[in-house]
Each structure stands twice: as C-alpha cells, then as structure tokens.
C-alpha cells in the first residue's frame, strides 16, 4: 500500500552533485519519518540522512556539509542533494519511511562517482 518510487541516481565525476527524488503514494511524508540510506557491494546498509516530521535532521559523519535531506509537501517527495561526490559515495541509494511501526523501502537508485 506504500509504494516509493526513486530517481536521480547515475554516474558523476568526483567532486560533482546529483539530486535524488523520491515520490510516494500511499503515504505523505509530512507526517513521517524519512530517510535516506546506502548499501555499497559487500558492506553493511548505512544510514545517510534522516528527516523527522518536526523538521530535525541527522546525517552520517561521512557526508556532513556535503549532503542535504529536504521534502517537498505539495509534491510528497523527499530529496537528496549530494554535493562534492567522493569516490567513497558510490552506492546503491534507498528512499525510506517509517509508517504506523513498519518501515518502506525504493527499490534503490545506483550512484557511482568516478575517481
């Protein structure tokens, strides 16, 4: 019942941005905690970013000043905007809600920054 749906991914060189999106039905984000992480091939899933519905934020030490998590409550999306791309970035990228206890996940966006 909660679908999310993700876009932006691809590839940029190493100090480069990109901007990912992430569109949901089935819930609004206004009103729930959403978050994005990343899982690099072989490593353990990793928190990135996380935005509370009462507009605190959290992000991983890696990509302090680097990264920014926003939402978008007219259009229901949630945004990353990734800045001065580390090689160390490349990942696979989820979208995240937590709704009524249960968490929701995208199907994953692939980022991959070039040395």
């Known amino acids: 019942q909660v679908q999310l749906v993700e876009s932006g991914g691809g590839l940029v060189e190493a100090g480069g941005s990109l901007r990912l999106s992430c569109a949901a039905s089935?819930?609004?984000?206004?009103?729930?905690?959403m978050a994005w992480y990343r899982q690099a091939p072989g490593k353990e899933r990793e928190l990135v970013a996380l935005l509370r519905s009462i507009g605190s934020t959290d992000y991983a030490d890696s990509v302090k000043g680097r990264f920014t998590i926003s939402r978008d409550n007219v259009e229901n999306r949630v945004y990353l905007q990734m800045n001065s791309l580390k090689h160390e970035d490349t990942a696979v990228y989820y979208c995240y809600v937590n709704q009524l206890g249960l968490p929701y996940w995208g199907q994953g966006t692939q980022v991959t920054v070039s040395s």
């Open positions: 089935g819930s609004r984000f206004s009103i729930n905690t």
